[in-house]
């Protein structure tokens, strides 16, 4: 069973940057899609920015591309989102998520494949 740990969220103002962190506790393969998800109040979840394969393969949604970056530690124990030149749309929960091994980057699409989440972490950005 893998567990998911998020951290790194906060106020900032708009044009800061922060840098969400998910502590998982098992060794996720390269084979595991892994991505971050947001919720902002009165919307549906959405997929920020996905990985597969040790980052040979990341997705980011058109709203922050140019502006996070989804990467991977070596020992595939962490993941970050580095998120820069942030706007109050931006303003959610931001959830960590893992699917089972997948042998298909087209896999990590589905919202439903991701079978392991994180509790959350606010993330506010205030103009």
């Known amino acids: 069973q893998v567990q998911l740990v998020e951290s790194g969220g906060g106020s900032v103002q708009d044009g800061g940057s922060l840098r969400l962190s998910c502590a998982t506790s098992a060794y996720i393969y390269s084979s595991n899609c892994m991505g971050w998800f947001r919720q902002a109040p009165g919307k549906e979840r959405e997929r920020v920015a996905s990985?597969?394969?040790?980052?040979?393969?990341?997705y980011y949604a058109d709203s922050v591309k140019g502006r996070f970056t989804i990467s991977q530690d070596n020992a595939k124990i962490m993941m970050y989102l580095q998120m820069n030149s942030l706007k109050p749309e931006d303003t959610a929960i931001y959830y960590c998520?893992?699917?089972?091994?997948?042998?298909?980057?087209?896999?990590?699409?589905?919202?439903?494949?991701?079978?392991?989440w994180g509790q959350g972490t606010q993330v506010t950005v205030s103009s």
């Open positions: 998520a893992a699917t089972a091994v997948k042998y298909s980057w087209s896999s990590c699409y589905e919202i439903d494949e991701y079978i392991y």
């Open positions: 990985i597969y394969a040790g980052g040979r393969s990341t």
